[in-house]
């Protein structure tokens, strides 16, 4: 088994190359948006209960950053990780108001 890669120029003109294997998306990203909040968007199949772990940790963490709101994009192709963000929101939501 070979690996594939492809030339590409950068932004000086100069030629690189870059290996796929190297380029693998991560699971999910995080991003700042304009209002102080965040957007996490989902790009890979993930276990739900993994998500959930994973949403519970950031959405602790960005509550201690005093983040305004959390947007989570979630396309489609992972609706099975709509349960456990319900969950998660919910569960945030009563420890808030306790």
């Known amino acids: 088994m070979h690996s594939m890669s492809e030339a590409v120029e950068d ?6 190359v870059i290996d796929e ?8 990203s995080v991003e700042e948006d304009k209002y102080g909040g965040v957007i996490l968007t ?8 993994s998500f959930a772990s ?4 950031s959405v602790t ?5 005093e983040k305004k709101g959390i947007w989570i994009n979630l396309p489609i192709l ?9 969950q998660v ?10």
Not at 61 to 65: D, L
């Open 61 to 65: 963490h960005w509550k201690q950053e």
């Open 11 to 16: 932004e000086l003109g100069g030629k690189k």
């Open 42 to 49: 989902v790009h890979k199949p993930m276990d739900s209960s």
């Open 54 to 57: 994973k949403l519970q940790d």
């Open 89 to 98: 929101y919910t569960f945030f939501t009563l420890l808030q108001h306790s």
């Open 21 to 28: 294997e190297e380029e693998e998306e991560e699971e999910m």
């Open 78 to 86: 992972h609706s099975n990780l709509v349960h456990s963000a319900v």
